[in-house]
Nanobody, 131 residues
């Protein structure tokens, strides 16, 4: 079992920055691949970024060049640095983990299907960007 807890959300003006963190506890081997997903009210959940245990990353086109996903295995944390935020980034952001590793093809598909296939989810942290 893995428990995930997100933090770092808040309200920020457009062009501002936020850093989200996800602390993981439990079985290390059950989170070989991790990702950030988001869901705005009335919208489907969408993928933001994903990272394999070897550090390989993938990003949704909408955040490429603005967001950076990273992990610290020693601290059991997954971070999302969000820069140049836009009002359309407003959403609840979720951390997710899956037990199997994810190559580039799988990461792309995982993001496209909004995280379906994840074994564990956090409760989410709200990000609000005002214009």
């Amino acid at each position: 079992q893995v428990q995930l807890e997100e933090s770092g959300g808040g309200s920020v003006q457009a062009e501002g920055s936020l850093r989200l963190s996800c602390v993981a506890s439990g079985d290390t081997y059950s989170r070989a691949c991790m990702g950030w997903f988001r869901q705005a009210p009335g919208e489907k959940r969408e993928g933001v970024a994903a990272i394999d245990s070897d550090g390989s990353t993938s990003y949704a086109d909408s955040v490429k060049g603005r967001f950076i996903i990273s992990q610290d295995n020693a601290k059991n944390t997954l971070d999302l640095q969000m820069n140049s935020l836009k009002p359309e980034d407003t959403a609840m952001y979720y951390c997710a983990a899956r037990s199997d590793r994810c190559n580039s093809r799988y990461r792309w598909a995982w993001l496209q299907r909004g995280g379906v296939g994840a074994n564990f989810w956090g409760q989410g942290t709200q990000v609000t960007v005002s214009s």
